[in-house]
């Protein structure tokens, strides 16, 4: 994990002692910037794990009325051949229809609200896994027979300059000079 310094904005090592840009000490920083993410880690766990409570209960609340809705079923389907009776006189043309769907769908949800946090980690792991990049060719080395010697500043060469006309004293070079800095 990168920080930056507060002091400069340089890039730093969540684990650096110091920036090697300023000389700030980034110990605090780096301890604080834990402690946040260890923060958002507990908070997304504790999230996951309400998710996962209410999605089984709420799963198995579905799972209860169909395994009810079919049991009944089963016991009128018997009592009404036992007996003679007719199926309608149940009631399960009216609340069959609408117990059954509502049953599913807290099924559904439940079982979405399982799998939810387990989809999400899936697809941010394979956002994150991208492609290599292609290898670069390497650069050819320096030859021996080039040797990059120091160049004058230019600060170097304009005092030479100055020092030159001041010793000749060449009064419209100290004039000049006086009207810029003016």
Not at 42 to 59: C, F, N, P, T, V
Not at 61 to 79: D, E, K, Q, R, Y
Not at 99 to 119: D, E, K, N, Y
């Amino acid at each position: 994990m990168m920080i930056y310094c507060p002091g400069c904005g340089a890039h730093a090592a969540a684990d650096q002692k110091f920036c090697r840009s300023c000389g700030m000490d980034l110990q605090l920083i780096s301890q604080s910037v834990a402690e946040h993410f260890g923060e958002i880690a507990q908070a997304s766990e504790s999230r996951r794990l309400r998710l996962d409570y209410w999605g089984k209960i709420i799963s198995l609340t579905g799972l209860s009325m169909l395994t009810l809705l079919f049991i009944s079923l089963m016991i009128c389907v018997a009592i009404s051949n036992i007996f003679g009776l007719n199926f309608e006189d149940f009631g399960f043309n009216s609340i069959g229809p609408v117990v059954a769907p509502i049953a599913f769908l807290l099924t559904l949800v439940g079982g979405g609200m399982i799998l939810f946090p387990q989809i999400i980690k899936q697809l941010s792991i394979s956002k994150l896994q991208q492609p290599p990049l292609p290898r670069a060719e390497t650069t050819r080395k320096l030859s021996s027979g080039t040797q990059v010697g120091s160049m004058e500043s230019i600060t170097e060469h304009t005092t030479e300059l100055l020092g030159k006309s001041e010793a000749r004293g060449d009064s419209a070079s100290v004039s000049r000079r006086g009207e810029s800095i003016s």
